[in-house]
């Protein structure tokens, strides 16, 4: 069981605008940044979005984060079938001597 | 374009200690925390720990008792070692590039991950 909650998948059709939340709470991301990544089959996990809500260079701008309290968000624009993939987000967690914790992962699917 | 490679044998016996070692290309380790991740098969990513050029770790307290990270800024790899494994430590293990701050979920820059079984 995951210590940010996901919901396991999402789908939608071309063109159409799909979020994933990420709940957590408030020794993660209530008081520390999310950071999202996209895992395509059979590759390794790839940065997505972090500081919340900050692209790396390279990342389309039809994806974009966003946090508010204890939950954050991943929102998808335009779906493309090449965005069908896993998504996880991740946040620091304050708890003991503090640790990444990782969602469970939302499994896209474009229709 | 900072590059990430792991290495290390894919098959470990139960019980016995596995090995991996993380070579950096394309920049320096130097001030950044260097993770290792893993995903076994069909699940979900598991954070096992990090190290700094300086030798600070910080581990997943539920692999804390068996897990040993280490750092060769020299030759820009760290490494992982993992005692006592059973058929649950089977996994994709990758090394990731952390940030500069000890609280930064933000992995920048992942290796391919390497598969290790666990196996008689």
């Known amino acids: 069981q995951s210590v940010l909650t996901q919901p396991p998948s999402a789908s939608g059709t071309p063109g159409q605008r799909v979020t994933i939340s990420c709940s957590g709470s408030?020794?993660?991301?209530?008081?520390?940044?999310v950071s999202w990544y996209q895992q395509l089959p059979g590759a390794a996990p790839k940065l997505l979005i972090y500081?919340?809500?900050q692209r790396p260079s390279g990342v389309r701008d039809r994806f974009s984060g966003s946090k508010s309290g204890t939950s954050a968000s991943l929102a998808i624009s335009g779906l493309q079938s090449e965005d069908e993939a896993d998504y996880y987000c991740?946040?620091?967690?304050?708890?003991?001597?503090?640790?990444?914790?990782f969602g469970g992962g939302t499994k896209l699917t474009v229709l | 374009q900072v590059q990430l490679q792991e290495s290390g044998p894919g098959l470990v016996k139960p019980s016995e200690t596995l090995s991996l070692t993380c070579s950096v290309s394309?920049?320096?380790?130097?001030?950044?925390?260097c993770n290792w991740i893993r995903q076994p098969p069909g699940k979900g990513l598991e954070w096992i720990g990090y190290?700094?050029?300086?030798?600070?770790?910080n581990y997943n307290p539920t692999l804390k008792s068996r897990v040993s990270i280490s750092v060769d800024a020299s030759k820009n790899q760290f490494s992982l070692k993992l005692a006592s494994v059973t058929a649950a430590d089977a996994a994709v293990y990758y090394c990731?590039?952390?940030?500069?701050?000890?609280?930064?979920?933000?992995?920048?820059?992942w290796g391919q991950g390497i598969l290790v079984t666990v196996s008689s």
């Open positions: 190290i700094n050029d300086s030798g600070y770790t």
């Open positions: 500081n919340n809500n």
């Open positions: 394309g920049g320096s380790i130097s001030g950044y925390f």
């Open positions: 408030s020794s993660n991301i209530g008081r520390n940044i």
């Open positions: 990731a590039r952390g940030g500069f701050n000890y609280y930064d979920s933000t992995l920048d820059y």
């Open positions: 991740a946040a620091w967690d304050d708890s003991l001597n503090g640790l990444v914790v």
